[in-house]
């Protein structure tokens, strides 16, 4: 059974820092992109970071410079270091484990964030 749970949401203020963490099990986690979206009330979901098999990274132009997004194969788990958070990256975080060569994902069930002003 495959599992990604997030940890690491909560309430911060504007200017303030957040670590989202993702631990995967029932998966070859070292084959997967991983890959972090979030959603915000009325808006579609949207990628914020991605971060390769091989460990090459890719931010949304929204968070570049203040995110960054890291991964341990030997732990199984994804990270989201975020930085200087703004009221707009209030969302729900999820993260998302993709293989490319079969087009298979899996999804977790979300993080909430809120950043206040």
């Known amino acids: 059974q495959v599992q990604l749970v997030e940890s690491g949401g909560g309430l911060v203020q504007a200017g303030g820092s957040l670590r989202l963490s993702c631990a995967a099990s029932g998966i070859i986690f070292s084959i997967y992109a991983m890959r972090w979206y979030r959603q915000a009330p009325g808006k579609q979901r949207e990628l914020v970071a991605v971060i390769t098999k091989s460990g090459v990274t890719n931010y949304a132009d929204s968070v570049k410079g203040r995110f960054t997004i890291s991964r341990d194969n030997a732990k199984t788990t994804v990270y989201l270091e975020m930085n200087s958070l703004k009221p707009e990256d209030t969302a729900v975080y999820y993260c998302?484990?993709?293989?490319?060569?079969?087009?298979?994902?899996?999804w977790g069930q979300g993080t909430q964030v809120t950043v206040s002003s």
């Open positions: 998302n484990a993709v293989d490319l060569t079969i087009a298979r994902e899996y």
